[in-house]
């Protein structure tokens, strides 16, 4: 699984003009999942991003997480992530899993991280064609993969 994790004062998904899901400060996460993907590795991630030390304390320095400001977040389906684009200039989404697998386990995603989280977790929706507004703060981006298996 791969994650795009981005600091944010606000963000938002709208899907047809219509807003859909929106937050204040938090973190948005752009979801990837690979076909080799597990429940091992949707735990992984699920118990990773709340306690990414990425916001700011007292001092300035990124010590705190999520769950220590009260944040919320924005999870959205991206199979983008997992473009390849080595060959050519026309991407290839092979390492994607297909959307039938992927929606299923974006939706055990979504509600694994509910749990951990303990804080707000608003959605886009799979497969839609939304349009993702967001203020990064910092700004903070940073790319998670869970652990390659041997």
């Not at 990414?52 to 220590?68: C, T």
């Not at 999870?75 to 092979?94: H, I, K, M, W």
């Not at 995603?109 to 959605?123: D, Y």
Request: hydrophobic share 40%.
């Amino acid at each position: 699984m791969r994650t795009v994790v981005q600091r944010v004062r606000e963000a938002s998904v709208s899907i047809g003009g219509e807003l859909h899901s929106s937050i204040g400060t938090g973190l948005l996460v752009l979801a990837g999942i690979s076909r080799d993907d597990t429940a091992d590795d949707l735990a992984w991630m699920s118990r990773k991003i709340p306690n990414l030390r990425i916001f700011e304390d007292e001092e300035g320095k990124m010590n705190r997480s999520l769950r220590d400001i009260g944040g919320a977040l924005l999870v959205v389906s991206q199979f983008t992530l997992y473009a390849d684009a080595s060959r050519g200039n026309r991407p290839g989404f092979s390492e994607s899993a297909p959307p039938e697998i992927a929606r299923a386990l974006f939706d055990r995603f979504v509600e694994s991280i509910r749990r951990e989280a303990g804080c707000p977790v608003e959605t886009g929706v799979f497969g839609a064609d939304m349009q993702v507004s967001l203020v990064n703060d910092g700004p903070v981006t940073i790319i998670l993969e869970s652990p390659k298996k041997s």
